[in-house]
């Protein structure tokens, strides 16, 4: 019997061949430039912030953070201002009782590889109400009741905290009471085929990703696989009735955390960020670590509009979000971590066991946070997913990550740093839709169910 990862790469040449054909039939051309080559951005002064001549789509601004949570108590660093609401969206249609998505090969200037996987909508506010006076996005009348159709999702969740100032997006699965006309932009795909295919690098995009995690497992309805122990486990996990904690314990838990400690965000000038120069090419830190702002002009056929300039963020190295699993009692739980960053809109979201920016580098160092070692060079025998996911390529550039989920011998860890929580799947599931989770530990829970 093929293993998933082997029947993912088997799955994977006829989509492979798609995004290929893509990337051929309408290259990417991304030009690094400097800031006043940006025809439609300026700096706009008091404070200094890096906005669109319209207004519209967002800004790149300064933002000093003071807490008293954790070893950092004070930082500054720019973040992506965009206070609209976009959606994420995917039609869902049912063959044989199984459902597909209806996926697009999307190019986004960021992509390291081009055309990925991207959800049937994918637009900012500004996108498609036309700021750009581009073409209206395909399929958005079914996400905004214009045509007819049955909404089996719809949710509020956010972005990156530590790179956005408390966006948020509509993650939405919508069933068309019609056929909808596609063309080879689109492809109905079987779910099981999409969450295989995160097996394989940077094919599944992060907006992908974000909406797969709020398909509980119970909607994926392949046959049981008696072969594969943890993928039994998620299923036990994900109707479970015991669990370490109470769901009511976790969420007084969040409460305690979120009424206990201070953050305060000043939105500050770019130029008054200390620790970072801001230069006629980009705005960085000294020593290059975290990540630079940079201007890039960017050409691409398929797209509302083909030719544009825009600023992204952009990431060296490879960073980390890491999920440690272990059966506690027999039932298989989750260890989540209560994050503050600088511009999720409440002071903690729940994320993943570990995330790390460049983790490879950190893991060395002797402050490490806690549980980031077992991810750098784990047992073998732990690893229950392992692949390199990129991360929102409208905004970041060359911005990937490992994606990593280990299974440790039962009960192996016992106690936990403050902020760390045992959660069972059901838990997960019931306190997704609330958005009590971070992005960093949806696109985790996507892949979880994958592995």
């Known amino acids: 019997m093929l293993s998933e990862a082997a029947r993912a790469s088997s799955n994977a040449a006829g989509v492979m061949r798609w995004l290929a054909a893509t990337n051929e039939a309408h290259p990417l051309r991304v030009e690094r ?61 049912w063959v044989d009782g199984a459902p597909e998505l209806l996926m697009q090969a999307k190019i986004e200037p960021g992509n390291v590889n081009g055309a990925q996987l991207s959800p049937t909508l ?39 905290g530590s790179r956005f100032l408390g966006k948020r997006n509509r993650n939405m699965v919508v069933e068309p009471l019609d056929e909808p006309a596609v063309d080879d932009r689109f492809r109905w795909m079987p779910l099981a085929q999409v969450k295989g295919l995160l097996h394989v690098d940077n094919v599944v995009n992060m907006d992908a990703r974000s909406v797969l995690s709020c398909i509980p497992l119970s909607m994926d309805r392949r046959p049981a ?4 122990p943890f993928t039994a486990a998620l299923r036990e996990s994900a109707t479970a009735r015991t669990s370490w ?65 825009q600023p992204l963020l952009y990431h060296r190295g490879e960073g980390l979000n890491g999920m440690v699993t272990q059966r506690i009692d027999g039932v298989l739980h989750f260890l989540m971590r ?24 950190e893991s060395e160092r002797g402050d490490v946070p806690a549980f980031l070692r077992l991810f750098a060079q784990p047992d073998p025998s732990w690893v229950r997913f392992s692949s390199v996911q990129s991360e929102e390529g409208g905004r970041f550039y060359h911005y990937q990550n490992r994606y990593m989920i280990l299974e440790l011998p039962p009960d192996e860890i016992t106690r936990v740093p403050e902020g760390y929580l045992w959660m069972t799947l059901a838990q997960i599931e019931s306190l997704l839709p609330h958005g009590y989770f971070n992005i960093e530990a949806r696109n985790l829970l996507a892949c979880l169910q994958t592995a």
């Open 33 to 93: 430039v400097p800031f006043s080559a940006l025809e439609s951005w300026h700096f706009q002064p008091r404070p200094l912030r890096l906005a669109h001549r319209s207004g519209q789509f967002f800004s790149i601004e300064g933002a000093r953070i003071e807490t008293d949570f954790g070893p950092l108590r004070c930082w500054d660093q720019p973040v992506i201002n965009q206070p609209e609401i976009g959606i994420l969206g995917f039609l869902v249609r």
């Open 122 to 160: 994918q637009a900012t506010r500004s996108n498609y109400t036309r700021v750009h006076r581009g073409a209206r996005p395909a399929f958005l009348e079914y996400f905004t009741g214009e045509a007819p159709g049955r909404v089996l999702i719809d949710q509020l969740q956010s972005e990156q």
């Open 225 to 228: 696989a008696p072969a594969a």
């Open 245 to 309: 904690h109470a769901t009511t314990d976790i969420l007084n838990a969040l409460t305690r955390l979120r009424a206990g400690y201070d953050r305060a965000v000043a939105r500050i000038g770019l130029d008054r960020l200390k620790g970072w120069d801001v230069s006629p090419a980009a705005i960085c830190r000294p020593d290059d670590r975290y990540f630079s702002v940079i201007a890039a002009r960017v050409e691409i056929g398929n797209r509302e509009v083909t030719r544009w300039e």
């Open 338 to 361: 209560a994050c503050m960053y600088a511009g999720s809109r409440e002071t903690f979201e729940l994320g993943p066991t570990a995330s790390r920016s460049d983790y490879l580098r």
